[in-house]
């Protein structure tokens, strides 16, 4: 089977300086740097009932959602996300206004989404499950599905870069994927010098 890489992959552009030496000059190019979005496995029963019953109606996983569907875990969610619960209320919206068919809502949903993550992991993402990674895959591959254009912040693509090094930390290397993963690195590292 053939992946789509615009599709299950976030793209990242890594700018490349060249130096033409017969023109002696430096010119900058594109090469895009395709992080394969690795999906994420539920921990325990209830967190892969929770998982399937929102991938099955495809949906991302909405903790206001969550909370409806399991009460019992209405307290743990609170517990771990009362400081951030209104967060939740508007990406859950954005969540069913992209279901509904709104583009913007589906890249509000995945900056609320890179956002909320920053708070994790919680007791009830550990008992839940790493919905937050999922939401951002699923995010990420509505938006390349829809053929929008859009970039993530710079750790979420590290933290991207860090998940797939660790599925593949068994296989041969991929010495283009790793040549770019360095020139990008370089290049945060730059910004803020």
């Keep these: 089977m053939i992946i789509d890489k615009s599709k299950y992959y976030y793209v990242e552009p890594v700018e490349i300086e060249v130096y033409l030496k017969?023109?002696?000059?430096?010119r900058t190019v594109i090469k895009d740097l395709h992080v394969e979005l690795i999906p994420v496995e539920p921990g325990n029963e209830k967190s892969r009932e929770i998982f399937e019953t929102f991938i099955m109606k495809d949906e991302p996983i909405d903790l206001m959602e969550v909370q409806n569907l399991?009460?019992?875990?209405?307290?743990l969610i609170y517990d771990s996300y009362y400081q951030n619960m209104e967060l939740f209320e508007k990406l859950s919206m954005h969540f069913k206004a992209g279901l509904t068919g709104?583009?913007?809502?589906?890249?509000?949903?995945?900056?609320?989404?890179?956002?909320?993550?920053?708070?994790e992991p919680t007791v009830?993402?550990?008992?839940?499950g790493d919905f937050q990674t999922h939401n951002l895959n699923y995010l990420i591959i509505k938006?390349?599905?829809?053929?929008?254009p859009f970039l993530l912040e710079d750790s979420t693509v590290a933290y991207l870069?860090?998940?797939?090094?660790?599925a593949y930390k068994?296989?041969?290397?991929?010495k283009e994927f790793d040549k770019l993963v360095e020139l990008w690195e370089y290049n945060v590292k730059e910004k803020f010098f």
């Design 70 to 75: 399991y009460p019992e875990y209405i307290r």
């Design 22 to 26: 017969k023109a002696g000059k430096v």
């Design 124 to 128: 009830a993402s550990k008992i839940i």
């Design 143 to 148: 938006l390349n599905l829809l053929k929008e």
């Design 102 to 119: 709104s583009i913007d809502s589906w890249r509000m949903a995945l900056y609320f989404t890179e956002l909320l993550m920053k708070y």
């Design 170 to 174: 068994d296989q041969p290397r991929d």
């Design 161 to 166: 870069i860090k998940r797939r090094n660790s």
